[in-house]
């Protein structure tokens, strides 16, 4: 089955800095990878996506960027603020219809925005 | 607008009770996943049904636990005779045809003391 490995496991940054989280997955069918954020407490919020049939997708201070071939994608958040601080996830699925399009989660970044 | 619901949001059980824990899919979504969180870890799939179908159970343990999500109502996760070690978040999401995204709710907190 497919197995996901996420780095950092904690980040702090500065308030402005920009902050970059690493993901590896190790099943090439995977080809949709989504990134989530939780506060504590709440629920996993979709905050992007990517699928495999794309190498970088934007929105406003968020980006992703996928390498099929290393098997790796990452987040990056510019402009970094305190309310950017919470726990994300990477996750993927294989789309293809062979499986249950289940998610197989990273085990989480948490990000500190200091003021 | 409403989003995935799930109920109850916390749920406090003593070892041997049955714990039955409901999800309500966003309006036009018909796919439903379940998915265990313990602390400080991330989200573990359980389930997956559609309505009246269970699609994957692959990751529900074999025993005490069961899942369904009949033509009415919300699908509802069932966890008999809990141990201490079912303590955890479980959350489900919801979607429309896959491979879309997959939307969660705020969670049921369970609790076995």
């Given at each position: 089955?497919?197995?996901?490995e996420q780095h950092p496991s904690t980040l702090s940054v500065q308030e402005g800095d920009s902050a970059v989280i690493k993901c590896t997955y190790s099943d090439s069918a995977s080809n949709y990878f989504p990134w989530y954020k939780q506060e504590l407490g709440k629920r996993p919020q979709l905050i992007i996506d990517i699928r495999s049939n794309v190498g970088e997708k934007k929105d406003q201070r968020i980006a992703v960027t996928l390498n099929k071939t290393a098997k790796h994608f990452s987040l990056?958040?510019?402009?970094t603020q305190p309310e950017d601080s919470a726990v994300y996830f990477c996750a993927a699925s294989d789309g293809s219809g062979a499986g249950s399009y289940q998610l197989t989660f990273g085990k989480g970044t948490k990000l500190s925005v200091i003021p | 607008n409403a989003g995935?619901?799930?109920?109850?949001r916390h749920l406090v059980r003593r070892r041997g009770q049955e714990a039955r824990l409901r999800c309500s899919?966003?309006?036009?979504h018909s796919h439903v996943y379940w998915y265990r969180q313990l602390p400080e870890e991330g989200l573990?799939?359980?389930v997956y049904l559609q309505k009246e179908n269970i699609i994957d159970e692959s990751g529900m343990p074999k025993e005490r636990f069961?899942?369904?999500f009949p033509k009415e109502g919300p699908s509802i996760l069932r966890i008999q005779q809990v141990v201490r070690g079912d303590s955890a978040a479980y959350f489900c999401a919801s979607s429309k045809t896959p491979p879309y995204e997959q939307y969660f709710g705020p969670g049921t907190r369970l609790t076995v003391t």
């Open positions: 089955g497919e197995n996901v990056h958040i510019t402009e | 995935v619901m799930q109920n109850p899919p966003m309006k036009g573990k799939f359980m069961s899942a369904e």
